[in-house]
């Protein structure tokens, strides 16, 4: 059982540069979220598409794109890297919208903005 | 503004030590408040899902309970397995249906045999 499959799983790149993350879920759920994490501030929603076909910003959606490409597959992408996106990024998914809260996470990927 | 407080930020027990981690919020309305764990280098894992004061919900040798200003996680006898981060969240009721979370910034538990 995969379940959310995210790559890269380390990420370096220099600013101005871009780069796309890809998250997988095999459990077909509708719903999937890119959250981001860093140190003391606890985990924050980027984007999420409640279904396939539609995506919603989040609390801190600047400087990045989604894409949700069919019902297993949605992608993060940065178009200009900066030092402040250096982080670590989770993809989540679930059965439903407005359902019991319970997420399920891939590995992360941590990128490094230099 | 809605926010999730946890605290300690860090706990460390000797095994065998209970204890309680506590964390507060304050939503326009509580439409559900959960608890993940989080082990080091990987993504957060569902415990426990509170929806009203008085609830509480049960796992091996944690216990999650829920007022109406803030939650528990209370763990008895703790192992060293029990060493993880410990993630609050809330869903308030302007999230729609979105099934969007407010996250804490999590306790960090360590278990010393």
């Known amino acids: 059982n995969a379940g959310v499959t995210q790559t890269p799983k380390f990420q370096v790149l220099k600013t101005g540069q871009s780069m796309t993350l890809q998250c997988a879920q095999d459990m077909n759920h509708n719903s999937m979220y890119w959250y981001r994490q860093d140190p003391g501030m606890g985990l924050r929603l980027i984007y999420y598409s409640a279904s396939e076909g539609t995506t919603d910003k989040g609390e801190v959606p600047n400087g990045y794109n989604v894409s949700r490409l069919n019902k297993r597959e949605f992608s993060l992408r940065l178009e200009s890297a900066a030092p402040s996106q250096t982080s670590v990024y989770f993809c989540?998914?679930?059965?439903?919208?407005?359902?019991?809260?319970?997420?399920?996470f891939g590995e992360g990927s941590r990128l490094t903005v230099l | 503004e809605d926010q999730v407080t946890q605290s300690p930020e860090a706990l460390r027990l000797q095994e065998g030590e209970s204890s309680s981690l506590n964390c507060s919020y304050t939503?326009?309305?509580?439409?559900?408040l959960f608890w993940y764990r989080q082990d080091p280098g990987k993504g957060p894992e569902f415990l426990f899902t509170?929806?009203?004061a008085g609830e509480e919900k049960e796992k091996e040798r944690l216990k999650a309970t829920l007022t109406k200003k803030e939650s528990f996680l209370h763990i008895t006898a703790p192992k060293p397995e029990d060493s993880a981060t410990y993630l609050c969240a809330v869903r308030p009721y302007g999230s729609g249906n979105t099934g969007k979370l407010i996250f804490g910034q999590g306790t960090t538990l360590q278990v010393k045999p």
């Open positions: 939503v326009s309305g509580l439409r559900g």
């Open positions: 509170l929806y009203s």
């Open positions: 989540a998914s679930t059965q439903r919208q407005g359902n019991t809260g319970e997420l399920f």
